[in-house]
């Protein structure tokens, strides 16, 4: 029999789709049957058996309450780290003893998510023992994130990870967020840049920020290899890294023609339908710079005009390949609503090349660091600066030359104000000289 009764809890087991109920059963069931093999492993657990059935208790009751009963966990973590750690405790400790403290902790995920089965095997033999054993694999930041401890674990947790597993936690609070890539050169034929080694460089230069929060609010970084974005950087990251290519992209006349005539399939074969291949209709017409058209048969495309959306490569990847001089373009001041709106990273810059060290790159990264934490109010994120103070004073800061691609609409402010470095001669004028001109 459950522990308590979860009516509403069960609705969310009834659909098609897979439910975090049926998992949290799954773990209740597990650890209440493995509970004395444990002890007479000489490893019984070291939180209550019965978390995971409190766990759906506190839900249950939240549900019907129409409010939460967790509350702030203030400032708990681990020696040395002002992040990495989410403090929870529950408001309804004696009814809920299993989950009186239900902290969180984030483990720094490997560049690309690469794991071995023994690894992953080690990461949940240890929080079955220390924790409530559920996990989310992956939170959004990236992170592998375990669900449920208490505070007497916390460093034991973290000194079997760095000391047995190597394995550091990521941030929390108001620093670093863990810097989350995509699989890059390792698997991925269109990438424009090593993904996993830029993030791993910046992740290890940037430890004490990552660690030790000291920003107005949270900072992310995120790594797409092409334009295509399978990390979603340019909606979710502060400060956003997608590969990109200055030169033409390249064709293969005789595999368009094989597209046309059917021999090969778009998409790989993805949108197997009976509908003969348009490349008119499902190519060119959905170019969005419209810079494609065919002629006599040859697909033309006007490598200025280009946007890099990719969408032409996907379709017919055959065809079609990236440009060989490769690099990354950095946006900025991506975010979800918070104090503001949410909105998309504005470009920074356009074409950098992404080679170790990585000099440039961190260079533009500290000068916005500089600025932000002067200027930035508190929780305010970095496109919210940039929102208020505008994009003209970010491209001051980090002494990037405005270009017509930093250009998003007309401005809205008739007025302009020079700066009297920017004006020849300044603001001093010899009155002699100006009378020669304008005589009275």
Not at 202 to 214: F, I, K, N, S
């Amino acid at each position: 029999m459950p522990k308590h009764e979860t009516p509403l809890l069960d609705q969310l087991e009834s659909g098609p789709w897979p439910s975090f109920v049926s998992e949290i059963k799954r773990q209740s069931e597990f650890r209440h049957k493995n509970a004395e093999a444990m002890e007479k492993a000489g490893k019984p657990y070291q939180i209550p058996v019965d978390v995971c059935d409190d766990l759906l208790g506190v839900l249950e009751m939240s549900y019907n309450d129409g409010t939460t009963h967790w509350k702030h966990g203030g400032i708990v973590g681990v020696f040395g780290y002002g992040g990495g750690v989410i403090g929870r405790y529950c408001d309804q400790p004696e009814k809920f003893p299993g989950v009186a403290h239900f902290h969180t902790i984030r483990v720094n995920q490997p560049a690309g998510k690469y794991y071995t089965t023994e690894y992953l095997r080690k990461l949940c033999d240890l929080w079955d023992f220390r924790g409530s054993g559920l996990t989310n694999m992956h939170g959004s930041t990236g992170d592998i994130v375990f669900l449920g401890t208490r505070t007497e674990q916390l460093e034991e947790i973290f000194g079997t990870l760095t000391h047995e597993f190597e394995q550091d936690l990521g941030g929390s609070g108001s620093n670093l967020r863990t810097p989350a890539c995509c699989l890059g050169e390792s698997r991925c034929e269109w990438a424009c840049y090593d993904t996993q080694e830029l993030c791993y460089q910046l992740t290890m230069e940037y430890q004490d920020e990552l660690h030790r929060p000291a920003f107005p609010y949270k900072f992310k970084f995120k790594f797409d290899g092409c334009p295509m974005g399978c990390v979603a950087s340019i909606a979710r990251s502060d400060m956003s890294f997608i590969g990109t290519w200055r030169d033409d992209i390249k064709i293969d006349q005789e595999a368009v023609a094989a597209y046309i005539g059917g021999e090969l399939k778009p998409n790989a074969g993805a949108h197997e339908d009976d509908t003969p291949f348009d490349i008119q209709k499902e190519v060119i017409d959905l170019c969005p710079s419209q810079c494609m058209s065919l002629e006599d048969g040859k697909l033309v495309i006007n490598n200025k005009e280009c946007v890099r959306c990719m969408h032409c490569i996907r379709v017919m990847p055959r065809a079609l390949r990236i440009g060989d001089d490769r690099g990354l373009s950095i946006f900025c001041g991506a975010k979800a609503p918070i104090l503001d709106g949410a909105q998309m990273g504005s470009l920074l810059v356009p074409f950098i090349k992404a080679e170790p060290p990585y000099d440039e790159i961190k260079e533009i990264i500290e000068n916005i660091w500089d600025w932000w934490m002067e200027e930035g109010k508190n929780r305010e994120r970095l496109g919210e600066l940039m929102k208020r103070q505008g994009l003209q004073k970010l491209l001051e800061v980090t002494g990037i030359k405005p270009v017509p691609q930093h250009v998003q609409e007309p401005r809205h402010n008739p007025y302009i104000f020079w700066k009297e470095e920017e004006v020849p001669g300044g603001w001093q004028r010899d009155i002699n000289e100006y009378r020669k001109l304008h005589p009275r």
